[in-house]
């Protein structure tokens, strides 16, 4: 079988070295349009229960993955002065550069063939393959070639955010929700690395413009929101990484597949970033359709 996967993302390089593990025989190649060891993005998230899943599929990865695990347990929401705090939760986050690092070397490790910096606009070069998987994000080109069939359902959401690191070590899963005089800020904030946490913002359409952050430049954004969540960080800074402010893309499709094509990932469908569970998502996606190809006879 011949598969070509477009985008290098965790839904893609999990699903190949996954496929080429159970069927050593294919020809699998990776097609991602960023460079070696570049990615956007500070951290993600995994629970527990969704580590148990991944422990069967392949445990080489797994213990690659959890041994660069930082833990916590508790969700901690911060509101007019008081914390309230939910325990038992079971949750571990990892630098997402390095989560790609060590599924993108463990497929390499199994056959699979990546390529990096290549900028595909058409599927018609891999018309003859068995299986395309569109596994490139969002604003998959892929997906929007078929959209009727996909049944694809694409809208921005209001709130504005922006996803930024910080220095700060956060202990739990932590929400903060601080006013100023132009309204009302959330931050999610959680460790990914041991001193390194991811830190994202988002506030009202209504807050954003009262702020005058429409033109604003990642420095001015620091700027603003080192005033607006001075005490939560007690000192510490704020690291930008192409941290522009966006809308919330809420992406759905009612099929996953047309003809010889699958959508993995957030080409398939978005989890809001203030339940941490997108990549747990891409990455289960590639547990469901390398499932499927095994249990199809024939």
């Known amino acids: 079988m011949k598969i070509v996967c477009i985008g290098g993302g965790p839904a893609s390089l999990y699903f190949s070295l996954l496929a080429k ?21 500070f951290g993600v998230v995994f629970s527990d229960e969704t580590m148990d899943n991944f422990k069967g599929a392949d445990f080489k990865s797994y213990k690659a993955i959890t041994d660069s695990f930082v833990h916590w347990d508790d969700i901690d929401v911060f509101h007019k002065g008081q914390k309230i705090t939910s325990s038992g939760h079971g949750f571990a986050g990892m630098q997402r550069l390095k989560l790609l690092q060590i599924l993108e070397a463990r497929a390499i490790e199994l056959g699979v063939v990546i390529e990096h910096d290549v900028i595909i606009d058409s599927i018609e070069p891999y018309k003859d393959a068995d299986l395309i998987i569109a596994g490139n994000g969002i604003t998959s080109f892929v ?80 700027a603003y929101l080192l005033e607006v969540f001075k005490n939560e ?60 190809i095994n249990g199809f006879d024939g």
């Not at 809208?155 to 996803?163: C, I, S």
């Not at 739990?172 to 390194?196: I, K, S, V």
């Open 21 to 41: 593990k159970n069927n050593p025989e294919w020809q699998i190649n990776i097609y991602e349009q960023n460079p070696d060891n570049v990615t956007w993005g």
């Open 143 to 222: 997906r929007d070639l078929h959209s009727d069939e996909f049944g694809t359902e694409f809208v921005l959401r209001p709130n504005k955010f922006v996803w930024l690191g910080a220095t700060k070590k956060f202990d739990a899963f932590t929400f903060y929700f601080n006013e100023n005089d132009d309204g009302l800020w959330r931050a999610h904030c959680y460790q990914y690395m041991p001193g390194n946490s991811t830190f994202i913002v988002e506030c009202t359409e209504e807050t954003f413009e009262k702020a005058g952050l429409a033109n604003a430049t990642e420095k001015d954004t620091v």
């Open 233 to 292: 960080l007690g000192g510490e800074h704020l690291i930008t990484n192409n941290s522009l402010w966006r809308n919330f893309p809420q992406v759905k499709n009612t099929k996953y597949y047309h003809d010889n094509i699958v959508l993995l990932g957030d080409a398939l469908h978005t989890a809001h970033f203030s339940i941490g569970s997108g990549t747990k998502l891409a990455m289960e996606d590639a547990v469901a359709l390398n499932d499927s």
